[in-house]
């Protein structure tokens, strides 16, 4: 029997990341031949976000895989060299959302000029960015770090700032706590290999990670506890923000989401997002497609 690849795997704990868990669990990725390690920091430790803005995670970390955000992925590949794009995707039938406190925001135009809560150096920001600035002038968006989920949601409830960007569970719990939805986008997400990472072990995670997104979209409900893992987490980190919350009433109104699967990925495509931020000085005007995406890209 041939040796299995061994695999270092970074996993982020968010809702729209459970098939890389449930992969993990039900040994699919062992069935593929892959001996994976799954690297996770523990919510309790981390003050701004769990990628590292200072260290890279291929080397300081030693990782093979993670998941980031696409427009972040692009950045940290080519700024840090910290390994090259291998997969893209939207993984899960679940946007971004923009709430507000203020009653006289009602549409997104209305947030020209109001600064929007953020967490930087995620990819977040760049996500907001060009949402955004399809409903004004790129020079009117305005947008503000108040790190993690739960700060951006301290910070909207405090009257810090009048608006945050957030993703499920946080937008049912942003709706919980009174605030309105203004706007919704896609979370788009990318996944980078470290240098040297064999052809097909991405192919072979993609097909595990495929097969668990598959059984998650079969039995949703076998898969709630797990998908509201972060909610319970946060709940312990922020309980402040779950004081005049019914709990159960939260969990009742959330939804495990359809899971989509990562996709190979398009050198193509990638450079049209990583011209749009050199339009935006958000990058090296010399940063180069060809390495920030992996040999093999179409």
């Known amino acids: 029997m041939p040796t299995a ?5 970074f996993h982020l704990p968010f809702s729209f990341m459970l098939p890389q868990r449930v992969a993990s669990r039900e040994g699919y990725f062992e069935d593929e031949g892959l001996d994976v390690e799954v690297v996770e920091r523990d919510r309790r430790d981390v003050d701004w976000k769990y990628i590292p803005a ?3 995670l291929t080397g300081d970390y030693g990782v093979d895989l993670y998941p980031v955000c696409k427009w972040e992925s692009i950045k940290r590949t080519w700024e840090m060299d910290d390994g090259r794009i291998v997969a893209k995707g939207t993984f899960a039938d679940q946007p971004y959302a923009v709430f507000t406190r203020r009653d006289d925001i009602k549409t997104p135009d209305d947030l020209a000029g109001v600064p929007v809560g953020v967490n930087r150096r995620t990819g977040q920001e760049y996500t907001a960015l060009k949402a955004l600035e399809e409903h004004m002038a790129p020079e009117a968006v305005r947008l503000a770090h108040h790190g993690m989920p739960t700060d951006r949601l ?38 980078v290999g470290a240098d040297g990472l064999e052809g097909n072990v991405v192919d072979l995670f993609i097909r595990a990670y495929a097969r668990a997104a598959a059984d998650i979209n079969a039995n949703p409900r076998a898969y709630r506890e797990q998908y509201l893992s972060m909610l319970e987490v946060d709940a312990t980190v922020a309980p ?14 959330l939804d495990v989401p359809r899971y989509d699967i990562p996709e190979p990925a398009d050198s193509v495509e990638l450079d049209s997002h990583l011209t749009w931020m050199k339009r ?19």
Do not use: Q, W, Y
Request: hydrophobic share 45%.
């Open 154 to 191: 301290r910070a909207l409830r405090n009257g810090d700032v009048d608006a945050v960007i957030l993703l499920e569970p946080h937008s049912t719990l942003a709706e919980h706590l009174g605030f309105d939805r203004i706007m919704e986008f896609e979370n788009h997400m990318g996944i």
């Open 54 to 56: 200072d260290e890279t």
């Open 240 to 253: 402040d923000l779950f004081e005049d919350v019914d709990l159960d009433a939260l969990r009742a109104d």
């Open 5 to 9: 690849a061994k695999v270092r795997l």
């Open 280 to 298: 935006r000085e958000l990058i090296d005007d010399d940063a180069d497609i060809d390495a920030i995406v992996a040999p093999g890209g179409r």
